[in-house]
């Protein structure tokens, strides 16, 4: 089954850090771009960020200088470094692989809860 498969979600308080992790599927590697989108109850899904080929990194202004992403071909993982939650990072956590000969790939999240 060609999914990504995350984890390492869970309750932190504000102002905590959390690592994600998306086990990816072996016929994937670095030459794809990938990343983490999230999405809150009644509210549209929303991109995070992406990793691309040469390891550049982009994201959102909401969570830019607080996350970042990284992955590693021989582990066939990407991480989701958060740092500095906020109560409004409180999502489920999905990993996203666009444009596979598989079509886009999704994974079925990590919940994160950010609160006191």
């Known amino acids: 089954q060609v999914l990504p498969v995350e984890s390492g979600g869970g309750l932190v308080q504000p102002g905590g850090s959390l690592r994600l992790s998306c086990l990816l599927p072996?016929?994937?590697?670095?030459?794809?771009?990938m990343g983490w989108y999230r999405q809150a109850p009644g509210v549209e899904r929303e991109w995070v960020g992406n990793?691309?080929?040469?390891?550049?990194?982009e994201f959102s202004d909401s969570v830019k200088d607080r996350f970042s992403i990284s992955r590693s071909d021989a582990m066939n993982t990407m991480w989701l470094q958060m740092t500095n939650l906020k109560p409004a990072d409180t999502a489920l956590y999905h990993c996203?692989?666009?444009?596979?000969?598989?079509?886009?790939?999704w994974g079925r999240g990590t919940q994160v809860i950010v609160s006191s």
């Open positions: 990793i691309r080929p040469g390891e550049w990194t």
């Open positions: 072996e016929v994937i590697d670095s030459r794809y771009v």
């Open positions: 996203h692989i666009p444009g596979t000969p598989w079509g886009d790939l």
